[in-house]
């Protein structure tokens, strides 16, 4: 069973950054896909970036510049390096990972990031 622990969120001025990580329980063989999506107050969750165990990545096209995904497989851990933020990146960040093999999405309880004007 996969356990996911998110760290990073806060509140940061418009321009600044943050970096995000998220800790999975399982081990790196266990775990084939992490990533992370977003939510915005009144609007659905969106992806932000995803990648696979062999570093292979994959962004919001809108975010490429900006933002950037990492992953360290022996710590079982994912990263989100988040540059020049916008008051429209405001959210609750959530971590997902997925076993090899399975369709199944194992979430984290979410991080909540603000970005002020």
């Known amino acids: 069973q996969v356990q996911l622990v998110e760290s990073g969120g806060g509140l940061v001025q418009a321009g600044g950054s943050l970096r995000l990580s998220c800790a999975a329980s399982?081990?790196?063989?266990?775990?084939?896909?992490m990533g992370w999506y977003r939510q915005p107050p009144g609007k659905q969750r969106e992806l932000v970036a995803t990648?696979?165990?062999?570093?292979?990545?994959n962004y919001a096209d809108s975010l490429k510049s900006r933002f950037i995904i990492s992953r360290d497989n022996a710590k079982n851990t994912v990263y989100l390096q988040m540059n020049s933020l916008k008051a429209e990146d405001t959210a609750v960040y959530y971590c997902k990972a997925r076993q090899p093999g399975s369709p199944y999405n194992f979430w984290g309880q979410g991080t909540q990031v603000t970005v002020s004007s």
């Open positions: 399982g081990s790196a063989a266990s775990i084939s896909v």
């Open positions: 990648i696979t165990s062999g570093g292979t990545t």
